[in-house]
């Protein structure tokens, strides 16, 4: 073997081992692919400037579970609000650590929305406040049992699904610009109002 091919074996396998420990390898604009059991999987489209999704949603009814998308950041980074909403719930539990609900209300299909962001280093918001979207509620952090040990807010989303109640579905659904098109909040843009539609729930770049 050559030592340029040697190298690109190397790289490889370094690559892989990045990811099989859950590493990425760019802290931008990069997206990881869901668990084959996954679905219903949608093409998502990250911007380059957007912080990279470690992990996607997994929720199927024999599978194990991964219900939100984590994305990775350092230890400080602002966590902000995907829509307008109240807080629902902002509390401390040993398992997912600092954690912050917010619930967005019904939309115009009577459907309500609630979004769940988790191992907060902080919280900055408590029960019953309003926010905003874009307003900073937490700084992430590695609070609660961290998978991999690296840095990174776990989000869920919770939609309201008749008689079922409120249940954990693809965050990917529901972004400003389109399904599976990754959107990052921007102060100057306006968001329509009605279905329900949100930004990252990071800034990006
Ligand atoms: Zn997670």
Not at 6 to 26: D, K, T
Not at 161 to 188: I, K, M
Request: neutral net charge.
């Amino acid at each position: 073997m050559t030592e340029r091919g040697l190298l690109s074996v190397v790289l490889a396998v370094v690559a892989s081992a990045m990811l099989a420990a859950g590493c990425v390898p760019q802290d931008h604009g990069w997206t990881s692919l869901y668990k084959p059991a996954q679905e219903r999987k949608i093409r998502v489209t990250m911007p380059r400037n957007a912080p990279s999704i470690s992990q996607q949603f997994l929720f199927t009814t024999h599978d194990a579970k991964h219900i939100g998308i984590d994305v990775i950041g350092k230890v400080g980074t602002p966590v902000i609000a995907v829509a307008d909403g109240w807080v629902r719930d902002s509390y401390f539990e040993p398992a997912y650590g600092n954690r912050i609900e917010i619930d967005h209300g019904s939309d115009v299909r009577g459907r309500r929305t609630v979004t769940v962001y988790k191992h907060l280093k902080d919280r900055l918001v408590s029960d019953g406040a309003w926010v905003a979207r874009g307003q900073q509620i937490a700084s992430l952090g590695t609070t609660g049992m961290l998978g991999g040990g690296i840095p990174h807010l776990h989000f869920e989303l919770y939609r309201q699904q008749g008689s079922q109640g409120e249940t954990p579905t693809d965050p990917h659904l529901f972004w400003a610009d389109g399904v599976g098109r990754v959107t990052c909040f921007d102060a100057l843009a306006t968001y329509p109002s009605g279905d329900f539609r949100m930004t990252y729930p990071v800034p990006c770049r």
